[in-house]
């Protein structure tokens, strides 16, 4: 046991200075691809809260946190179709940006060249792999939690009609019951998440699709779970909770109302908040990749038949000087 996590620290710390290296020895590059793909998604993350309700809930004091009133539970066509639309854009530029960072990253730690234009045309060939594992995994995800969800509430019925419980229909009494379940489902979807952590390299890497990237993946990270763990508890919760905390600020000082999101301190909290996000978020892919190959050397296999047709494929494609 002493001796695994002895393991375990020593290749945190290995995947930490190659993180820091590969960004270090192309900042500009990573940088860039960055600006393009990563800080339109922190951005709008930070500021669609305030703008969605200033839009569709513009008389409501969300300061207060008192209940919505009866009128807002009914959704009209267009309060559906925007965040169905702003999701798929969020999608798109996350799935751009796994393409051309993790492309980056694995030439970059083979002393390769890179460009922008290689690292873009990249997508071409990445692109339809990483759709097809995020919508697998995220189709086994909502089926796990749909699952949950109708056990809960057979549970709940069937209490309620043995007459061992008393259903109210009010906030505190819904999060009481909520709770347990959520004690269940969480660790599920994270322990998921954490043997599909190289499954989005593994699609960019080795080309494959849907599911098989994900078996591949569990595969790769057995015995390096808790590394896997690590990496996404860290860069996790630092993004999770600063995007939340960014958002509230915006809302709760109604940014999105008037020209209250011209004035100076909305402006540099809303770009500090972008910056930090693309900036973690970038830190994350990188280490993921390095994970990746480490994972590949501690299984004995090499990125030999992976690798010669990934490089053939970059030489193939048009370099800047």
Aim: aromatic share 16%; glycine share 4%; net charge neutral.
């Amino acid at each position: 046991m002493s001796s695994a996590s002895t393991e375990n620290r020593s290749l945190w710390t290995e995947i930490g200075e190659s993180k820091r290296s590969i960004l270090k020895a192309n900042c500009g590059h990573f940088h860039t691809l960055s600006i393009l793909f990563l800080l339109p998604i922190f951005f709008s993350l930070a500021v669609y809260p305030s703008f969605h309700l200033a839009l569709f809930h513009p008389d409501y004091d969300f300061t207060t946190f008192t209940q919505f009133p009866q009128s807002h539970l009914f959704l009209s066509k267009f309060e559906i179709i925007v965040p169905i639309v702003y999701t798929l854009f969020l999608v798109l530029l996350f799935l751009f940006a796994v393409a051309t960072i993790t492309y980056s990253a694995l030439h970059v730690s083979y002393g390769r060249p890179i460009s922008l234009v290689s690292s873009i045309k990249s997508i071409r060939n990445s692109f339809f792999p990483l759709l097809s594992t995020f919508i697998v995994s995220e189709a086994i995800f909502i089926s796990i939690t749909l699952v949950f969800t109708l056990v809960f509430v057979f549970l709940v019925q069937v209490l309620q009609t043995l007459g061992l419980i008393e259903l109210k229909y009010d906030s505190n009494h819904f999060l009481f019951l909520v709770i347990p379940v959520l004690i269940v489902l969480v660790p599920v979807l994270i322990w998921l998440q954490i043997n599909w952590s190289l499954a989005y390299v593994i699609a960019v890497v080795e080309s494959k699709w849907g599911y098989e990237s994900l078996r591949r993946s569990f595969y790769l990270v057995k015995g390096r779970r808790w590394v896997a763990f690590g990496i996404h508890l860290y860069y996790g919760l630092s993004m999770g909770i600063m995007m939340v905390c960014g958002s509230m600020f915006l809302v709760i000082a109604g940014a999105a109302k008037g020209i209250q999101w011209m004035s100076l301190g909305v402006i540099l909290w809303t770009a500090l908040v972008s910056v930090m996000g693309y900036l973690m978020m970038n830190q994350y892919l990188v280490a993921n990749v390095v994970l990746y190959m480490k994972c590949k050397d501690l299984n004995c296999e090499k990125l030999h038949s992976e690798t010669s047709d990934f490089a053939g494929e970059y030489v193939s494609l048009p370099l800047d000087e």
